[in-house]
């Protein structure tokens, strides 16, 4: 079955960066648009960013700059680099696999100010 794992989240400073992972297996991962979204307490999940099986990038504007998402299709992993992390970067971070609508269980990223 379909399964995206999410790793990589933690407690960082304002400004500080970290790389999330997510591992994916049960489906063509090379042939997939993959794509990271966010969850803040109180407010909707929200679009990141995605990558094409052709590697091309669309990004949130909010992230634009700071964070880079790519892929790895030999290892079957997306990543999210975020670099000049914000406070309002804190959230729950998913992967997805936008055609199957599937999700990971997502890690928590928090930024102190």
């Known amino acids: 079955q379909v399964q995206l794992v999410e790793s990589g989240g933690g407690l960082v400073q304002a400004g500080g960066s970290l790389r999330l992972s997510c591992a994916a297996s049960?489906?063509?991962?090379?042939?997939?648009?993959m794509a990271w979204y966010r969850q803040a307490p109180g407010k909707q999940r929200e679009f990141v960013a995605a990558i094409t099986p052709g590697r091309n990038t669309n990004y949130a504007d909010s992230v634009k700059g700071r964070f880079t998402i790519s892929r790895d299709n030999g290892k079957k992993v997306v990543y999210l680099r975020m670099n000049a992390l914000k406070p309002e970067d804190t959230a729950v971070y998913y992967c997805s696999n936008v055609r199957l609508n599937s999700w990971g269980q997502g890690t928590q990223v928090t930024v102190s100010s």
């Open positions: 049960g489906f063509i991962f090379s042939e997939s648009l």
